[in-house]
């Protein structure tokens, strides 16, 4: 479903695109003779581009969880009751379910914003049949809910959050994928330490962006709990009493997870095509962090400044765009293969088309 979801993505970001790409609407220079492109115009840039980040960095996730998962069937396959390493399969076959769980639920309901988010960029266009984006959204709305209501899986994802960080207070070591919650005595009260805003533009930096913010919201969490436990509560109704912590924390983890899935999949991609897929990771590392910037002034990582900057650095991301790559695989003069469909259906004659059925007739 996480791969589901980067497909469905891609195809509802290449609809808006290509429409942006050639519909043409007002002017935003006197001097221009044609209409201005709305991929031209800085907010349609906005609204566009860190959807199609989001729609890589849900690929490679994707691609991530089932490597995550073969390895885990493939542990679970060849590991005996009496094999010393048995505790730490079991770790990994929590971390994979709850990871899953909560990737689950963060992806589907982004695509599904996602697909809207697009079907809007086409203005009255948008809602046509002839978009694909409306029944689109119909058709995937239902991962939202089956397989697992998303904001119940979410709280799957902030207990199993929530006992890791109690884990670590006694003093047991967390997986790969909750790494940060080893680091709780120098992430907690960590800044950006950059010299320059420049230097936030590292997957390192914005890596730790998120370390330090998850941290602090599991934390907060995991004391909420904590707390309820001290008032008298069994834990259950502890895990319910703090379950709004617990939603907050499974978000912002999973948009640091996906991120450093999205990172891992870049240092290992083709040398050629490094360059590309760089800045489209930083778009969607600097855009989540910018839709989420409470957090980390809250938390006090970045100052007020240095999130003008991470703000300021996305519109300039939303701009680069890539043609080149686009002219030397679609040369000029090249029929598309849909073409004579399409010109077949603005061609046909209507009248000769079959003649609808009279109703008076049907009723008779």
Not at 62 to 82: A, F, I, R
Not at 265 to 273: H, Q, R
Not at 294 to 316: A, I, N
Not at 317 to 331: M, S
Request: aromatic share 10%; with cysteine.
């Amino acid at each position: 479903m996480v791969v589901d979801s980067g497909n469905v993505a891609k195809k509802a970001v290449t609809i808006a695109g290509r429409y942006a790409a050639v519909r043409r609407q007002f002017s935003s220079n006197p001097h221009d003779i044609q209409e201005t492109k709305l991929i031209d115009y800085a907010i349609h840039q906005y609204r566009l581009m860190p959807l199609l980040a989001m729609a890589y960095a849900f690929h490679f996730t994707g691609v991530e969880t089932n490597k995550l998962y073969e390895e885990l069937m493939d542990k679970l396959e060849s590991t005996q009751p009496d094999d010393p390493s048995i505790g730490e399969v079991f770790d990994t076959l929590k971390e994979t379910h709850a990871t899953s769980a909560g990737l689950k639920a963060f992806c589907t309901w982004g695509t599904l914003n996602a697909i809207e988010a697009c079907r809007q960029t086409l203005g009255g266009h948008g809602y046509s049949a002839y978009t694909g984006l409306a029944t689109t959204y119909n058709d995937f709305a239902v991962h939202c809910t089956w397989e697992g209501d998303n904001t119940i899986l979410t709280l799957q994802l902030g207990r199993y959050l929530v006992n890791c960080y109690r884990e670590v207070l006694n003093g047991k070591s967390q997986p790969e994928g909750v790494d940060y919650l080893n680091h709780l005595d120098s992430l907690l009260s960590q800044g950006c330490a950059v010299k320059t805003n420049q230097e936030i533009l590292n997957f390192d930096i914005i890596q730790q962006a998120w370390g330090v913010v998850t941290a602090n919201i599991v934390k907060k969490a995991g004391d909420d709990f904590n707390e309820s436990l001290k008032q008298g509560m069994n834990p259950e109704m502890a895990y319910e009493e703090c379950s709004q912590a617990r939603l907050a924390a499974a978000k912002i983890h999973s948009f640091g997870y996906v991120f450093r899935r999205f990172t891992q999949a870049v240092k290992s991609a083709p040398e050629g095509l490094r360059p590309i897929l760089t800045k489209v990771c930083l778009l969607y590392g600097l855009y989540s962090i910018e839709q989420n910037s409470g957090f980390f002034l809250q938390y006090r990582y970045f100052t007020p400044s240095q999130m003008d900057y991470v703000r300021d650095h996305v519109k300039v991301l939303c701009r680069d765009k890539y043609f080149e790559q686009v002219k030397r695989q679609n040369p000029v003069g090249q029929t598309h293969p849909y073409l004579p469909l399409i010109q077949t259906l603005l061609g046909r004659n209507i009248e000769d088309d079959e003649p609808l059925e009279d109703d008076d007739e049907d009723d008779d």
